[in-house]
């Protein structure tokens, strides 16, 4: 399955020390441990709890999850969970992600790897979206550079009461020409 998501050889090549497997058990204690301080906030905004038990629920709740390692270590997560309705036709993925300082180290072979996982969910969804913490800046940006739109007017507020805003990208196969 991750040979179909990016060329691991050309990957290897660019970024030696980068690699994507599959997340690990022993991956939620070192990544709730060493969060960036953006993405515990935004955990503890949107659950009310522990980072960890945000991050654990997220990761149950997950069809489809990736960790990305520097030197076998876990810097980024992301995951997908399939939303799709009873009676809709176009499927639909929740998408999120979370990352350690290290990734600000590497931004452009994580935003390659992004730009891949998108790619390779977008071969089972017609629209990737969640809701992203208002106050959380850094975040949208990097989404914005992935491609995603955001709705300002459709928000939740979390139990935490924190503003969360929608957020969604359209597979580009499935838009139809007029």
Not at 35 to 47: G, N, P, S, Y
Not at 59 to 83: A, N, Y
Not at 138 to 162: C, Q, R, V
């Amino acid at each position: 399955m991750l040979t179909s998501l990016i060329n691991l050889d050309e990957m290897t090549r660019r970024y030696p020390d980068i690699q994507i497997r599959e997340y690990l058990e022993s991956d939620l204690d070192y990544l709730s441990n060493n969060l960036r301080e953006i993405d515990r906030k935004e955990l503890e905004a949107l659950f009310d709890t522990s980072v960890k038990d945000g991050l654990e629920y997220s990761i149950e709740q997950t069809d489809d999850l990736f960790v990305v390692t520097h030197k076998q270590i876990p810097c980024m997560i992301f995951g997908v969970s399939d939303r799709t309705e009873n009676g809709e036709c176009a499927r639909s993925g929740l998408i999120w992600a979370v990352g350690t300082p290290e990734v600000y180290k590497h931004k452009k072979a994580l935003h390659e790897i992004s730009k891949n996982v998108i790619n390779h969910w977008f071969k089972e969804y017609d629209v990737l979206f969640n809701y992203i913490w208002d106050d959380n800046k850094l975040h949208k940006n990097w989404l914005k550079s992935l491609g995603f739109l955001f709705f300002d007017e459709d928000y939740i507020i979390s139990p935490a009461e924190e503003k969360f805003i929608f957020f969604c990208q359209f597979n580009p196969n499935c838009l139809e020409e007029d």
